[in-house]
């Protein structure tokens, strides 16, 4: 293993297309769901999901927040329920 590790060379990039990966949650969740993802940085929190921020999340009957670490990055995923959850459900 020792050998090997020292006779790799380059490097793999993935570029991943945020948009591709959450476009249909609005779908799946029947409309009871919102998402926003944020990306911690060292100048501060930003806002990658939705692309304009939306004032009806801070106003959610139900919000929690997950920490996802990704190659790398630290992300935050806030689901929070819309806010016509209660009378869809």
């Known amino acids: 293993p020792e050998q090997r590790t020292q006779a790799l060379q380059g490097w793999v990039y993935a570029a991943l297309r945020l948009e591709d990966f959450v476009r249909?949650?609005?779908?799946?969740?029947e409309g009871r769901l919102q998402l926003?993802?944020?990306?911690e940085r060292p100048e501060g929190t930003a806002l990658l999901w939705p692309l304009?921020?939306?004032?009806?999340?801070?106003r959610a009957e139900f919000a929690t927040d997950l920490p996802?670490?990704?190659?790398?990055?630290?992300?935050?995923?806030?689901?929070a329920s819309a806010p016509d959850y209660g009378a869809l459900s």
Do not use: N, V, Y
């Not at 249909?24 to 969740?29: F, G």
């Not at 304009?52 to 999340?57: F, L, S, V």
């Open 36 to 39: 926003r993802i944020f990306e």
């Open 68 to 79: 996802l670490a990704l190659h790398g990055r630290k992300w935050r995923l806030q689901f």
């Open 52 to 58: 304009e921020p939306d004032a009806r999340a801070a």
């Open 24 to 29: 249909d949650i609005p779908e799946l969740a």
